[in-house]
């Protein structure tokens, strides 16, 4: 009760002060009225006296002065009538006028002298009168003056009956907002309070308790926001730290989020970590009226947010949000994640002509598919060589600059974009450990020869103290590029390369996915059968087997031989139609590049071509859905799907095939999965196929489709148990502890005794 009364006394009292200052303007105002309303008549009144009075005056006649005196004198709220001479001597006075008001006033005097009319309020033994005085003249002269007395006593009387009404409806005003108020904050604060101090309490001791719903409105906007975060992240804390405590208990070694940053702390030591990319972790762009916070779709984000938040360190990255700019600070710095910020986002800026020079055109006509190999031509034009130099260097300059103040940084470099950017930064920062991890492959040496500026991207790259591949084989063409096209000693023992004097590793670290915290054999809400049924429904297809392929729109990604397999597999199984659908999401990417364009068309014209061959009814093979889609939309045809398909013709890693064993709690599915990815060597229970051949990729549709339950379930166990163990956590700790036992101090030595 204490509580409430501390709310409602200010309103109260704010109230109330509020009334009575309202009724006093009112009163004064009203107060302020009658007076001229008095005033106004008084002297309409005494005009119409002087028009009657002044022949008279005139004419010396005084019986008849006073006659029309006292008459006029008896009008409602005229006290009386007086003339006078100019000597101030009363000529005739109305009989009932007050002995004190006989004598001529000074308001009279003054009329006469300054030959004008004259106004004026005065008290009489308490009683208010208004005194009204006209001059009198004959030939324009003044011979004498005319002053009506009017009793204005109504006024204070109606003034008083206003204060009394103004006060009683204060008081009435002051109870019913007082009364509305307590029911307001009881309904609107109280009881959202009270819901939410019991959540809270229900949260803190370990229940699981739906989050109270709280009013609408920007006052409680916040607050949802950050009950939402803390129950989220006392979620994980606690998930974190019963993990690690089954960890311990049954003696396992696998990293969690938790053992990552851990990890981390210890070994930089509360030293700062600089991570370069393209792409940046959150972007803003602008929503009709508010600018939102994204995060790019990007396993980045999952696995090197925990390093960066456990050692503060700073994200330097291409601010390519429509609303980037409206967000940083004047260093072009902003703090994120935005609900909880740990860590230094550091954005730089490029022009179209960059973006398309660097982005679209060395990286992603030139390096993407000469290292893909996938029998598209690389487009490699001097301008985009310049471009791509230019905002190498600008990169290297902005990570210079934040790195200043910093002794012995660390600093890990993201993908083909910048494989000039450890060079620059070694060149200035000798005492700095670099890495730099290429996330597509690496092709030969014949293949890389082709690119007319080999030797400097080899040199660039070699700046870095430490490079990362996802596979092996990947390493030894890299270490086989740099034999034939530089003068390096390269150490196949230990595989390193040795270039004047500096000495660069070379390792694989299969890059992974965040395998879900659900506990194995947990029972799931619903089954495959029903996943599958619902989002049938949903595409309006009807079909018993649902296929799926989850890719950015490529020509590396295979998609194409995919579609012609699934209607190879209609021709060969003609009992599958009308059976199996496979639906295949597809996000466009780098549409300005016209290959991608043409890539993306063709790809809608093979599934139109194939459907129109073989649909019937509300059954159709394959169901292209172009468009972005989010991991948790993605996830659901993850686990209705009876089979996924990754075809890649050349990948790096390709994580759509680790995710699709990440989802499958339920241990069901199959994974058709390309020999010609980095996943092939890791997940070895899939049916590992060419994509080329068209009559092997039917025959596993078939043989997936055909499978034995108990088959499939031992197949995806165990691809399970390795997506598990070898997790995007694990990775990224792998390449921080690798980097982190580079002894700097002695690559300093070589690099000065060298000539």
């Not at 055109?361 to 993407?368: H, K, R, S, V």
């Not at 790195?403 to 700095?432: G, N, W």
């Not at 879900?516 to 049924?533: H, L």
């Not at 649909?615 to 996830?635: E, M, T």
Request: charged share 25%; net charge negative.
């Amino acid at each position: 009760m204490y509580s409430r009364l501390r709310l409602v006394l200010p309103l109260i009292f704010s109230v109330a002060l509020g009334s009575v200052l309202f009724a006093t303007y009112q009163v004064r105002a009203e107060n302020s009225g009658l007076r001229n309303d008095l005033a106004i008549r008084a002297s309409a009144l005494a005009e119409s006296f002087q028009e009657n009075i002044e022949p008279l005056l005139q004419q010396g006649s005084r019986k008849d002065l006073e006659r029309t005196v006292e008459r006029f004198g008896h009008r409602e709220h005229v006290a009386g009538i007086a003339v006078y001479n100019t000597n101030g001597d009363p000529l005739s006075v109305t009989s009932g006028l007050p002995a004190e008001l006989r004598p001529r006033p000074e308001i009279a005097a003054s009329a006469s002298s300054e030959d004008r009319e004259r106004g004026d309020f005065t008290r009489l033994n308490g009683t208010l009168m208004h005194m009204y005085a006209v001059p009198l003249h004959q030939d324009e002269s003044v011979i004498g003056t005319l002053v009506l007395f009017q009793d204005a006593q109504y006024i204070t009387a109606q003034t008083a009956r206003m204060w009394r009404d103004s006060l009683l409806n204060s008081v009435l005003q002051t109870l019913l907002i007082t009364l509305i108020g307590l029911f307001v904050i009881r309904w609107r604060f109280m009881d959202p309070i009270a819901r939410t101090a019991k959540w809270m309490r229900t949260l803190r001791i370990g229940g699981v308790s739906v989050l109270p719903g709280l009013p609408d409105g920007e006052e409680f906007e916040q607050l949802t926001q950050e009950m939402t975060h803390l129950a989220r992240d006392l979620g994980q804390a606690r998930a974190a730290a019963e993990e690690e405590a089954r960890l311990r208990e049954s003696a396992e070694s696998l990293w969690t989020a938790e053992r990552l940053r851990v990890s981390v702390r210890n070994r930089l030591q509360n030293c700062p970590l600089f991570v370069v990319s393209n792409r940046e972790p959150y972007m803003h762009v602008r929503a009709e009226k508010h600018v939102q916070a994204i995060v790019p779709a990007s396993g980045l984000v999952t696995a090197l947010e925990p390093i960066l938040v456990a050692c503060d360190g700073t994200w330097i990255a291409h601010g390519s949000g429509n609303a980037d700019r409206e967000m940083v600070d004047d260093r072009d710095h902003l703090r994120v994640p935005p609900n909880n910020p740990r860590y230094t986002l550091r954005r730089v800026w490029l022009n179209r002509e960059e973006e398309d020079g660097y982005y679209f055109g060395f990286a992603n006509e030139g390096l993407w598919p000469l290292c893909h190999t996938a029998h598209t031509r690389p487009a490699f034009r001097p301008e985009n060589w310049e471009r791509y130099q230019c905002v190498n260097r600008r990169f290297a300059n902005a990570v210079l600059a934040e790195m200043s103040a910093t002794e012995a940084p660390i600093l890990l470099v993201q993908d083909y974009h910048f494989a000039l950017l450890p060079r620059l930064v070694k060149e200035q920062r000798p005492d700095a450990r670099v890495a730099i991890f290429w996330h597509i492959p690496w092709p030969n040496r014949e293949v890389f020869g082709i690119c007319p500026w080999q030797t400097e991207l080899l040199e660039g790259l070699l700046g870095a103290d430490l490079i990362g591949f996802h596979t092996q084989s990947h390493c030894n063409n890299f270490l086989e590029s740099v034999d034939r096209a530089l003068e390096a000693r390269t150490e196949w023992d230990r595989f390193a390369i040795n270039r004047h004097g500096h000495v660069t590793k070379v390792r694989p670290f299969p890059i992974s996915v965040a395998f879900p915290d659900s506990v194995p054999g947990a029972p799931r809400s619903c089954s495959m059968e029903q996943d599958r049924s619902a989002l049938l429904a949903d595409l309006r297809v009807e079909a018993t087997f649902l296929g799926v392929g989850v890719d950015r729109v490529d020509y590396t990604k295979g998609i194409l031989e995919r579609f012609q397999a699934i209607e190879r597999f209609l021709e060969t199984s003609p009992s599958y139609q009308r059976q199996f659908t496979f639906v295949q999401i597809g996000a466009p990417s780098r549409t300005n590049i016209p290959r991608y364009r043409e890539f993306l068309a063709e790809v809608d014209r093979e599934a139109r071509r194939i459907n129109e061959r073989f649909q019937a009814g509300r059954w159709k093979p394959i169901v292209f859905l172009q468009g972005h889609y989010s991991h948790h939309d993605i996830q659901k045809f993850y686990r209705a799907a009876d089979l996924c398909m990754v075809t890649s013709l050349h990948d790096g890693m390709n994580l759509v095939a680790k995710e699709f064993a990440a989802a499958r709690d339920d241990e069901h599915g199959v994974l058709i999965l390309s020999t010609f990815t980095g996943a092939s060597k890791e997940l070895t229970d899939a049916l590992l196929v060419n994509p080329y051949d068209t009559k092997q990729l039917a025959d596993a549709i078939r043989t997936a489709i055909e499978m034995p339950e108990l088959e499939m379930m031992t197949r995806m166990q165990r691809m399970r148990r390795v997506v598990r163990e070898h997790n995007i956590y694990r990775w990224a700790g792998d390449l921080l502890s690798d980097l982190c036992e580079i002894e700097i101090e002695k690559l300093e030595v070589d690099v000065a005794e060298a000539p």
